[in-house]
């Protein structure tokens, strides 16, 4: 029997799993950390006044990738990573989840939505990769947001969207606080400080993460009220607008910090994630 949550040994899910999801699962989640690290240090920088022209979201943790050694194949790797992110929820939709409640429809359903998501990101990390950047994703944003609005029933649709990224962002915040993810991590044999410290990055990166989600989608929804799509931001967009309210930077640089703490959360699911 597999003990859940910090004194898991992921016995069970390990079987379940299989090498190939473990290692989908593993180089995904190290992925999404090494991209939102970048996108939190970017951030820091528009706080700072030091970003110049650069962007604090995935093209921009990209750009900065590519400007390291060998960053040709760091950004190929993480590329290859989110396919791998997008491959290991595609196996939960398709064949269930790690716990007992992973073959439940409701679960599936959900990893089917993140498959999408990790699909668009993939995509756009292999054509940076492949020399086809594109435009920001600002500007990606108010363009999808434009050609939804031009659709019947248009203003709905985006209305309806943005909705759904805000409520998914509560939602990851509210997870985060409540620690929800401790039961999905096998710490077994892991010292209490290194269980403490896990906690202290899932909490503090989790909101950080659920408050830019949730901000991007009210963006979304005062597009579809005000049907105007230049009301739709981006991850930068939508992180300068934290810079811009009464608490000023210093709101952009606690956001930017909880980024970067998801990351290394991020790295730690990689390491103790049950799969």
């Known amino acids: 029997m597999t003990v859940r949550g910090f004194e898991g040994t992921g016995v069970q899910a390990a079987s379940r799993g299989g090498g190939l999801r473990k290692v989908t699962a593993r180089c995904g989640l190290l992925a999404r950390g090494v ?12 706080a700072s006044g030091d970003a110049g022209g650069e962007e604090a979201d995935r093209q921009g943790a990209l750009q900065e990738l590519v400007e390291k050694p060998f960053g040709d194949v ?7 990573g989110l396919v791998c992110m997008m491959l290991w ?59 939804a609005l031009d659709l019947p029933a248009g203003r709905w649709l985006v209305g309806a969207a943005g909705l759904g990224i805000a ?21 077994g044999g892991v010292p209490p400080w290194g269980r ?15 408050a830019v989600f949730a901000a991007a989608g009210g963006f979304v929804v005062y597009a579809a009220v005000r049907y105007d799509p230049a009301q739709a931001k981006g991850v930068d967009d939508t992180l300068r607008a934290f810079a811009a309210t009464a608490a000023g930077p210093w709101l952009l640089v ?13 790295a730690a699911m990689a390491r103790w994630r049950e799969v």
Do not use: N
């Open 35 to 46: 991209l939102y690290v970048l996108i939190g240090m970017l951030a820091l920088r528009v």
């Open 89 to 147: 929820r595609l196996s939960e939709a398709v064949f269930g989840a790690a716990g007992p409640d992973g073959d439940k429809a409701g679960k599936r359903l959900a990893s089917a939505g993140r498959t999408v998501f990790y699909a668009v990101v993939a995509f756009s990390a292999l054509s940076f990769a492949t020399g086809g950047g594109g435009h920001s994703g600002d500007e990606q944003s108010r363009d999808v947001t434009a050609r």
């Open 196 to 210: 403490r410290a896990v906690d202290f990055l899932g909490v503090s990166g989790g909101l950080a993460r659920g």
């Open 74 to 80: 760091l950004v190929w790797a993480v590329g290859i």
């Open 167 to 187: 409520v998914a962002g509560v939602v990851v915040a509210v997870q985060a606080a409540r620690r929800s993810f401790r039961r999905h991590l096998a710490m």
């Open 254 to 266: 606690a956001v930017a910090v909880g980024l970067m703490l998801f990351g290394v959360f991020s």
